[in-house]
Structures are given as structure tokens and as C-alpha cells.
């Protein structure tokens, strides 16, 4: 995880300070998506943040079975915050999901 193009040093150096404990093939998961052109133009900690809450959301929860199972994406999201604010908390994140708003926005 060195070289590369000025963002992608600044992704790395988020990464480390946001996910401390992430496991190798997450935090290059997370990084991919980060660096994907649709979030080119955000800045880097807004990039990461949003990858990070896709990656743990699609890979680490039942949210993708809620969804086949009929629930409509806002449910799915709800019922799968307090495992993805496992996974962040077993990463070192000191960033959690908002279950009272949007799954997007953090509580601190």
C-alpha cells in the first residue's frame, strides 16, 4: 500500500488514521471504491467514509439478504447498523452510524 498519486497517498494516510485495525483485504476493498471515479470529486475523508459504510454494509451484514427477502433499502439499512457499528468498533473506527438518521452520517 505505497506509490501512487497524491490522492491515493492521502486515501491510504485516512484509511490508517480512520480504520486503525482494518484487515488487509478490507482496507483495499475500502480503497477501491474510494478511489472509484464517481467519488472523485469529494474530498478524500468523505471518499473513504462512504466506501467504507458501502463495503461494511454489502460484506460484513445481511443487507443484501434483507433486500432479496423484500425489504425496501431504508429498512435493510436500519436493521443492519448495529453489526456494521461492530465491525467499525472492531476496526478501531471512532466513527459509528446515526440509527436515528440517515446511514450515511456518523455519531461521534
Known sequence: ???????????RKALRA????VPMA??????TIALAGHLRHLPPS????????????????DYDRL????YDRDSARF?????????LEAWGCARRIDPDGDPEHTAF
Open 18 to 21: 480512520l480504520l486503525p485495525r
Open 46 to 61: 468523505i471518499a473513504l467514509w462512504q466506501a467504507t459504510t458501502t463495503h461494511v454494509r454489502h460484506t460484513h451484514s
Open 1 to 11: 500500500m505505497t506509490g501512487g498519486t497524491k490522492r491515493q497517498k492521502d486515501m
Open 79 to 87: 436493521f443492519v447498523i448495529d453489526d456494521m457499528n461492530g465491525v
Open 67 to 70: 433486500l432479496e427477502d423484500g
Open 26 to 31: 478490507d482496507a483495499e476493498a475500502i480503497l
